[in-house]
């Protein structure tokens, strides 16, 4: 797939010179060009979505290498390996199932056999995909030993010998349901600034005073959205030294007939305290609630805690990633900051308001536990 | 201070007026003169219950003690007495005259005075009797007639600010900067002086006005009956005599207003209390009519930013730099002015000069080279023409650039010394002393200061360490260049903010000593502060409630440091200690030039470029923010280490204007 190779590199060299920047546009170009490689992908007729998602796993681990800083490439790949993988389990379970109903003519002890295999098919794609239910759980429970069978392999046994055509059938149907979930995620990508900013009206209120600091589009968005409600409210903006992207957000707001006032970021902590809300974009959130967000966003946050002022992060459905507690990351002049989760009031996300400890399960909801190193092998 | 803490502990307000009548205040009064103590007994007989109402007359002297008792003591009293005793009126005129020309409104009899807002804030009649200021003698003579006429409705307003002291409300704007720097002695002389002026015309107005004296004597019933139950009753009526001393002159404005208001005394008590205690408030740029007023005297006709930002509308909000050319061109006609003093003015306008010390030390100097010069013109006294030359210089420095804390310090100091001069010096021996003052001033308080503060810290850096450091203080680079050549292996982090990049030029200064230096910028300080293990910060000031009044950014440094563990030590001067409390920044604070912001280094044109005529754009430039204390590990001095919490203690134990030389 010489193309798709030509693609990738393409890409790659545009991230690598910050052509493409802000974590939504990256976020967007990530998730069509993945999309270019399953729609690339030759189908073949074992193991389809074991080679698919080493196809999007050799391609993502050149994306997230041409820049290890944006996240979102990351996250991007590993909601793709996601997809993939529960479009694979949801297909294999309606074929078990299909099998199961063409066998019941067949002797007990191999309905019984399928019967089990099925139950465990099913309870694993339950565990791995679906929120513990009370049912879930006590079904698991028997079966826990056979639960971790590689959900690919679970409609190996019989059925695709007896009907090839059936299973090619499916594995494009598998094929097509990835690409119609990435081309969801595409929209989904678009439409998280529409859900975000339309809960603003519910923060913002009357002559409130806003502090944010440099330049984030969800910030825009959001207090764009309050604004058209008719809501009057004064926002300053500290510069965000050392891009000044402050400046571009308050040019932007001014354009809007927002009361806007420009500060140096020294300045933050002597205004804090007639400031009535934090509102500031994040770069990417950890699983433990804590967000890494451009440099400068502790130091308010410090400041917002001093003054018990709320401290609010927008986060886009594609900036959740990476488990763990990392600490800042290391840069020569820092670009990003750490903000410890004890420090954030509130996540508003597209699926609505979250506190800092609720973070972890949003995650699990949209990458597998398999997927949290992208690269295949360790060595080469 | 001392001598201010005995009266408060006199709760019982009868006794403090028993104080008032016998021999405590009454021989000052007698010294000053018969004629004037004698009038001022028949008004007590007459109106039993207002013995307040004369109390003007004997209590300065307990005031004078609380706020400066050397100064006013030996002073006020001898030229009052030589005026008065004349007991010719035309001369008590011409006296009067003349004292509250050298004392109270000194800026008024300099042709080109432009002085605080409290000056601008004098109605008609000030400049009335400014004018008598100018006038000759004779002139005065023929002028008095009008003046005794203004005298009544003085008066009156004496009695009603006597009552209630219902100046209070009016009183905060019209003492202004300048007013808080002048020691409070001019204006008590002033008001003694005017005391007895008005106690030689007293007794006419009181006839005359009965009315007003029963209601006057109802109002001091009821007030003394109410502030029985409250300590320092008694106090209070020397804090109204000083209102109502100090105000007539200059503020006939006030006194429909005071009169009128007179019926609200309930709550007079408090404030009036209150109002001992607060220093004087700075002006209020706010309020459009007193800034109308200022403007118009102005020299320095600096250009309005054109959107403020509505926390900080009262204060003046200019954009910097802009007027220098101007200015300049004004040089020649500006002989009010000594051309030391207009230099240091200009530099301090146009950023030359910056810091706390380096500013100081420009004006102290400046002031000191006008002295050289200065010769007391005839029929004036050098301690009185000199305080207004000086207040003169001063105003004209605040045009340029709101005073430093170091810089008022100083000029309380100053004219503190000035004030003391003993009368019968001779003009040499009087400049002798006043600029050998001024050179120890800057010695002590400030070189001197600067060394113990760098042994202090020295012993504090150990080897290995990571020192931080925010913007450029004088006093942290003599401790890191100290501790470098006393051969400490230590490596520096230079924390530099917008617009200012002040850090760059330490970064620049350190690096040629060979020092090893780390430069980031305030947005990197969570970043770096991991590996910090020192913080080291200049402050412009510590308030008394420990805050430390800085450089804007030191909060944000000291904040992330606190969050880090790491200790933040403060390194400041104990001149620079001021008894002001605050408790953010938004309550006084200094705008710098908007358009600063405007200019981004890694563009060549501005992003906001474009949209700058846009009413919903503002820039906002502070030049300071206040630390709070729990921020602060360790503030050190030139009286040693201390924690912010000893700051008051200090002012106290150390208070500057008695310890000074």
């Known amino acids: 797939m010489p193309d798709v190779q030509a693609l990738v590199n393409d890409f790659v060299l545009k991230i690598k010179r910050r052509k493409i920047e802000g974590s939504q546009a990256t976020a967007k170009h990530t998730a069509e060009l993945l999309r270019q490689v399953v729609s690339q992908q030759r189908i073949t007729y074992t193991n389809q979505a074991a080679s698919l998602i080493d196809a999007v796993k050799a391609v993502g681990e050149q994306l997230i290498e041409a820049n290890p800083v944006e996240l979102a490439i990351g996250n991007i790949v ?112 678009d439409t998280c600034h529409e859900l975000i900013s339309a809960q603003a009206v519910e923060h913002i209120h009357q002559n409130e005073v806003i502090l944010t600091l440099g330049h984030s589009r969800t910030v825009k968005e959001f207090l764009f959205a309050a604004n058209e409600k008719k809501r009057s409210f004064r926002v300053f903006v500290a510069e965000g030294a050392p891009r000044y992207q402050g400046h571009v957000l308050a040019k932007e707001l001014v354009g809007k007939g927002l009361q806007t006032t420009v500060i140096t970021d020294s300045a933050v902590f002597a205004m804090i305290s007639r400031v009535n809300m ?59 900051d750490y903000v410890a989760p004890k420090l954030v009031s509130l996540f508003i996300t597209d699926m609505g308001g979250h506190s800092p400890s609720y973070v972890y399960r949003l995650i699990a909801d949209y990458y597998s536990a398999e997927d949290l190193v992208v690269r295949r092998k360790s060595a080469p | ?167 209070t409300p009016e009183n905060p704007p019209t003492t202004s900067l300048v007013v808080k720097t002048l020691p409070g002695i001019t204006e008590k002389k002033r008001g003694m002086l005017e005391k007895q002026h008005d106690e030689a015309a007293a007794p006419k107005p009181l006839k005359e006005k009965t009315t007003k004296a029963e209601r006057r004597a109802l109002q001091e019933a009821q007030r003394a009956a109410k502030s029985a139950a409250k300590e320092g009753g008694g106090a209070d009526p020397t804090n109204t005599k000083k209102d109502k001393v100090v105000k007539p002159t200059p503020q006939k404005k006030d006194v429909p207003e005071v009169a009128a208001s007179s019926g609200k005394k309930v709550d007079r008590p408090l404030e009036k209390e209150r109002k001992k205690e607060v220093l004087p408030l700075r002006m209020q740029f706010d309020d459009k009519h007193k800034v109308e007023k200022v403007k118009q ?34 040089f020649f006609q500006l002989d009010a002015v000594h051309p030391s003093v207009y230099k240091v003015g200009l530099h301090h306008l146009s950023g030359k000069i910056t810091g706390g010390n380096a500013r100081c030390i420009a004006m102290l100097l400046a002031f000191k080279e006008a ?49 003391k001069l003993p009368l019968s010096m001779s003009e040499l021996d009087a400049k002798a002393s006043i ?31 990571v020192l931080l450091t925010y913007g450029l203080s004088s006093v942290v680079e003599m401790i890191l260049v100290y501790a470098h050549e006393h051969k400490k292996k230590f490596r520096i982090v230079i924390v530099d903010s917008r617009p200012k990049h002040e850090g760059q030029i330490l970064l620049r200064r350190l690096v040629a000593k060979g020092l090893n230096c780390t430069y980031t910028h305030i947005n990197a300080i969570s970043y770096i502060m ?53 408790l953010d920044s938004i309550c006084f604070n200094e705008l710098g030039d908007p358009d600063a912001i405007l200019k981004v280094p890694t563009h ?56 000074w030389i």
């Open chain 1, 78 to 189: 590993r909601r793709v390996l996601h997809m993939i993988r529960e479009e694979n389990v949801s297909s294999a379970m309606s074929a078990v199932e299909e099998l199961a109903l063409g066998s019941d003519d067949d002797e007990a002890e191999h309905d019984n056999r399928m019967g089990l295999s099925a139950a465990a098919v099913a309870a694993a794609a339950r565990s791995t995909l679906r929120a513990p239910s009370l049912q879930t759980l006590l079904e698991d429970i028997p079966d826990s030993a056979t639960a971790p069978h590689p959900p690919s392999s679970g409609g190996d046994s019989e059925g695709k010998n007896k009907s090839a055509a059936e299973s090619s059938s499916r594995n494009k149907k598998l094929k097509h349901d990835v690409i119609e979930a990435i081309n969801e995620l595409i929209q989904e990508i």
């Open chain 1, 278 to 336: 934090v509102i500031v974009g994040a770069h990417a959130i950890m699983a433990n609630g804590g967000v890494i967000a451009p440099v400068g966003i502790n130091m308010v946050a410090l400041a917002a805690q001093r003054h018990a002022v709320p401290f609010v992060v927008l986060a886009d459905c594609m900036d959740y990633g990476q488990l763990g507690d990392s600490p800042p990351i290391r840069v020569e002049n820092p670009a990003f």
């Open chain 2, 530 to 582: 991991h590996e910090v293990t020192r913080v080291f910060l200049g402050a412009a000031s510590v308030l008394s409630n420990g805050t430390v009044y800085s450089r804007v950014g030191t909060a944000c440094v000291a904040m992330v440091a606190k969050a880090y563990r790491v200790p933040v030590l403060i390194c400041c001067e104990a001149y620079k200690f001021h008894e002001r409390v605050q």
């Open chain 2, 297 to 330: 005297r102005a020299i320095v006709n600096q250009r309005e930013a054109k959107s403020r930002v509505e926390f900080f509308q009262r204060l003046p909000q200019y954009v910097h730099g802009t007027q220098l050319q101007e200015l300049e061109a004004k």
């Open chain 2, 604 to 659: 060549v044109e501005s992003y906001l470029y474009g949209c700058m005529d846009n009413d919903n754009l503002q820039l906002l430039n502070l030049n300071y923010d206040a630390t709070p204390s729990d921020y602060v590990s360790m503030i050190i001095t030139d009286y040693g280490m201390l924690p912010p919490t000893s700051v008051p203690v200090i002012m106290r134990e150390y208070d500057p204007q008695n310890l």
């Open chain 2, 371 to 419: 002295i050289k010069d200065y010769s007391t013109p005839p029929e004036k006294a050098l301690v009185r023409d000199l305080n207004a030359k000086i207040s003169g210089f001063v105003s004209f420095l605040i045009e340029c650039r709101p005073l430093s804390i170091s810089m008022g310090n100083a000029i309380k100091f100053l004219k503190n010394r000035i004030a």
């Open chain 2, 435 to 465: 600029q050998s003052d001024i050179d120890r001033f800057i010695n002590q308080k400030i070189i001197i200061a600067d060394k113990v503060i760098v042994r202090h810290a020295f012993a504090k850096i150990r080897d290995g360490d």
């Open chain 2, 1 to 167: 201070m001392e001598p201010r803490r005995p009266p408060r502990t006199v709760s019982d307000p009868k006794v403090r007026q028993v104080g008032f009548v016998t021999p405590a205040a009454a021989p000052p009064a007698r010294t000053v003169s018969d004629t004037a103590a004698m009038p001022a007994a028949g008004a007590s007989q007459e109106l039993p219950l207002s013995g307040s109402s004369l109390s003007p007359v004997m209590i300065p002297p307990p005031r004078h003690d609380g706020l400066s008792a050397r100064v006013t003591a030996p002073v006020p009293v001898p030229i009052a007495a030589t005026a008065l005793r004349l007991d010719n009126l035309q001369i008590r005129v011409g006296s009067y005259n003349q004292s509250e020309v050298l004392l109270g409104t000194p800026p008024m009899t300099s042709p080109s005075s432009r002085v605080e807002d409290a000056v601008s804030e004098f109605s008609d009649d000030v400049s009335a009797s400014s004018l008598y200021g100018r006038t000759e003698p004779d002139k005065v003579g023929t002028a008095f007639p009008g003046r005794s006429g203004d005298l009544m409705p003085a008066k009156s307003v004496v009695a009603g600010g006597s009552i209630g002291g219902s100046h």
